[in-house]
């Protein structure tokens, strides 16, 4: 069946990331896959504009075995900017669905990256003058974020510490908006669980300073974001599967280690987690900040125990890097920046000759 749907001419180990993944009943043609990137370019009430069919679709044109749209907000107060995607009304999800027809049509399989910001909410958007590390207050158009203690992120407001009865709303708001994606046409789901975010704010002794059931030692701290995950999953179908993005350390003194990291992939995958997806600190400005190429897959292998597949971003920008990556280091790669500077740059790093791999429509220009 692989010869089906890769374009390469051999399946040999160094072309692995062009052979198809299974993953539940969805099969991802190859394992060179977009990472999710927010544009900022929503409308007031979080709709997809034309910004993302033009952005996705030359990128669903690119050779990607997997689109993934940037990180869409569950709740309005969950977003990080007024620019945010969201997935919580019926314009949304109709908004979504012209981006996940557009994806299939075009020839890749389109997923969704779900987000809870938790304290790194209420920002302003990169371009603007406050930038990402500063705050928008409710009077000025943004809103009061909420964390699992009052522990603000540098630059950014006051989180309220949030109480059973907002942990309880963030539940059923997430089960609806994994069923709005499913609505929306999307075939695979991730959760937004790294980069500071409220997932990982729950699991990392740096931002979590509770005392109650969500705080405490690693199996305290997990409770929450296991729930959050047992939400998803009883939103979204079982036939479809779920990915949730989580660091594979803090990378800093104190913080989650890879040790603690590997028993939360253990548990994320009891609940019904497919693939891992690894990245690494910013939970605070101060953890350390890895360049070298392959950073995070390098991890990919301490996290196979999970039973999870895995998979990774971070600094994988050439086909080299691509046949390091798979299947050695993980089953899958996310590519970010490369993929902005040039919506072509998977076709050009599968090396194989344009009337193969480069839409029919513009294999003239070879
Ligand atoms: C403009 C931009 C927006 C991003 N937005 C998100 C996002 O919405 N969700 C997320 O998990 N990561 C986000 N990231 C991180 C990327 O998905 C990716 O993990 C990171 O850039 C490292 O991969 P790369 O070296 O291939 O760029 C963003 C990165 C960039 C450059």
Redesign the pocket.
């Known amino acids: 069946m692989r010869d089906d749907v890769h374009h390469c001419g051999t399946t040999t180990g160094a072309r692995a990331a062009w052979t198809p993944l299974r993953l539940r009943d969805v099969t991802l043609p190859n394992r060179v896959w977009m990472?999710?990137?927010?544009?900022y370019s929503a409308e007031g009430d979080g709709t997809p504009t034309d910004w993302h069919l033009a952005h996705y679709g030359a990128r669903a044109a690119g050779g990607l075995g997997l689109v993934t749209v940037?990180?869409t907000a569950v709740a309005p107060d969950m977003r990080t900017t007024v620019r945010d995607l969201g997935l919580w009304n019926d314009q949304q999800i109709a908004g979504h669905r012209r981006l996940t027809e557009m994806i299939t049509t075009i020839g890749s399989v389109p997923a969704v990256?779900l987000?809870v910001a938790g304290r790194k909410s209420s920002h302003g958007v990169?371009w603007d003058n406050a930038g990402t590390r500063s705050a928008i207050p409710p009077d000025e158009g943004g809103w009061q974020p909420l964390a699992p203690s009052p522990v603000p992120f540098a630059g950014l407001a006051v989180p309220a510490e949030m109480s059973s009865a907002d942990g309880e709303r963030l539940l059923d708001d997430l089960e609806r908006a994994a069923r709005a994606a499913h609505r929306a046409g999307y075939q695979l789901l991730?959760l937004?669980g790294?980069?500071g975010y409220l997932f990982h704010e729950f699991l990392s002794p740096l931002a979590n300073h509770r005392t109650d059931e969500w705080g405490g030692d690693l199996r305290a701290r997990m409770r929450f974001p296991l729930a959050m995950v047992r939400a998803l999953r009883a939103g979204w179908p079982e036939e479809k599967p779920l990915a949730v993005?989580i660091p594979a350390e803090d990378l800093l003194d104190g913080g989650l280690t890879v040790e603690d990291m590997t028993v939360v992939a253990a548990g994320l995958s009891a609940c019904g987690v497919d693939l891992i997806?690894l990245?690494s600190g910013a939970l605070v400005p101060e953890a350390r900040r890895l360049s070298e190429p392959l950073h995070?897959a390098q991890y990919g292998p301490l996290f196979r125990a999970s039973g999870a597949a895995i998979a990774a971003?971070?600094?994988?920008?050439s086909a080299a890097h691509l046949d390091e990556a798979v299947p050695a280091l993980v089953d899958a790669v996310?590519?970010?920046?490369?993929?902005?500077r040039d919506p072509y740059w998977a076709l050009r790093a599968k090396d194989s000759s344009p009337a193969e791999s480069w839409p029919r429509q513009y294999r003239r220009a070879f």
Do not use: K, T, W
Request: aromatic share 4%.
């Open positions: 990472s999710p990137m927010c544009q940037e990180c990256q987000g990169p991730e937004h790294a980069n993005r997806d990245s995070n971003s971070g600094e994988i920008s996310f590519v970010g920046r490369a993929l902005l």
